[in-house]
C-alpha cells in the first residue's frame, strides 16, 4: 500500500461519511460521532503498531483497517436510527460488504484487500475467529483501539450534559444504584463481560471496564493508563467495598502488563 492509496482511502471515507450527514441536529451528533470516533482509532492504531514491530506498510494497512471499521455504522444509523447491531443489523458484516461492492480497495494487492475487509468484517465479534495469521494480527489491533476510544466515547458521554449526548450511545438500561453479581465475577476471574448480562448502567460501566482483559498489546493499556479513562468509570460507579475490589483488579492487571512489556 502506498501513501496515495491512503490519502485516496481517507477522502474516499470522507465523502462516504458526509453523504449521511442530516439535517436534524439530534440526529447528526450521532453521525459525527462515529466520524470523530474513526479518526481517533486511527491515531490509536497506528500508535500501537508504532509500538510493535510493523513496518512502514504493515502500519499503512492497519490504519485503513481503523479507518473502515466502521462504515457499516452510518447506513446502520440511517436506516434504524440506532448503533446496536441486535436491533438492527451486524456493521461489521455491512461495512465489509460496502468496501466489496463499491470496490474501493481494487488498486491494492490480493491479500492486503482480504486482510481489509475481513477485519472489518470481524472487528466486533465477541471474540476473534478462527482466521489468518495475518488477519489475525489486524483484528487484534483494531479491537484494541477500537476499544481504547470507546472508552473515551463514554466518559465524554457521562461527562457530558444530557441534552448534548449523542442518543444512540445509550443503550437504554435503567441507570439504577445496583449492578449485577455476574458482572463483578467476571471481572474478578479477570474474563469479559457479556452484553447479554447487562440490566442497568452499572453494569454497563462494569462491562466495558472489563474489555481490559481483552486488550491484546501494552501500549492499548498504556492508553488507558495515559487518559486516566478506567479511573473515570470508576468514579461514576457505587463506592462499595464491592466495587473498589473490582478497581484494585483492574489496577493490578493493568500494572502487571505495563511492568511486563
Known amino acids: ?66 479507518l473502515f471499521h466502521d462504515l457499516g455504522r452510518f447506513p446502520q444509523f440511517a436506516k434504524y436510527k440506532t448503533f446496536r447491531d441486535a436491533d438492527s443489523v451486524n456493521h461489521g458484516l455491512l461495512g465489509s460488504s460496502i468496501l466489496a461492492d463499491e470496490n474501493v480497495l481494487c488498486n491494492l494487492p490480493e491479500n492486503e484487500r482480504q486482510i481489509i475487509i475481513s477485519a472489518v468484517k470481524f472487528h466486533n465479534a465477541y471474540a476473534i475467529p478462527p482466521v489468518p ?25 457521562y461527562e457530558s450534559p444530557v441534552e448534548e449526548r449523542a442518543s444512540a450511545t445509550a443503550l437504554g438500561v435503567p441507570d439504577s444504584p445496583g449492578y449485577s453479581t455476574t458482572m463483578l465475577s467476571c471481572i474478578m476471574d479477570r474474563k ?26 501494552s501500549e492499548s493499556l498504556r492508553l488507558l493508563h495515559e487518559n486516566n479513562y478506567i479511573k473515570k468509570i470508576m468514579d461514576i460507579l457505587p463506592r462499595t467495598k464491592e466495587i473498589l475490589d473490582v478497581e484494585e483488579v483492574i489496577n493490578r492487571y493493568i500494572s502487571e502488563r505495563l511492568q511486563n512489556g
Open 192 to 217: 469479559v463481560a457479556s452484553y447479554s448480562n447487562i440490566r442497568t448502567e452499572n453494569d454497563f460501566r462494569l462491562m466495558k471496564l472489563s474489555w481490559v482483559f481483552d486488550m491484546h498489546f
Open 133 to 157: 495469521e495475518d488477519v489475525r494480527l489486524y483484528l487484534k489491533l483494531i479491537r484494541d483501539a477500537d476499544k481504547v476510544d470507546i472508552y473515551r466515547v463514554f466518559v465524554e458521554y
Open 1 to 66: 500500500m502506498t501513501e496515495n492509496d491512503l490519502k485516496f482511502f481517507r477522502q474516499w471515507f470522507s465523502d462516504f461519511s458526509r453523504s449521511f450527514y442530516l439535517s436534524d441536529a439530534k440526529d447528526q451528533r450521532n453521525i459525527i460521532l462515529k466520524v470523530e470516533h474513526t479518526d481517533h482509532v486511527c491515531r490509536n492504531i497506528v500508535r500501537i503498531a508504532g509500538a510493535g514491530s510493523l513496518d512502514g506498510n504493515e502500519t499503512k494497512i492497519a490504519e485503513a483497517v481503523a
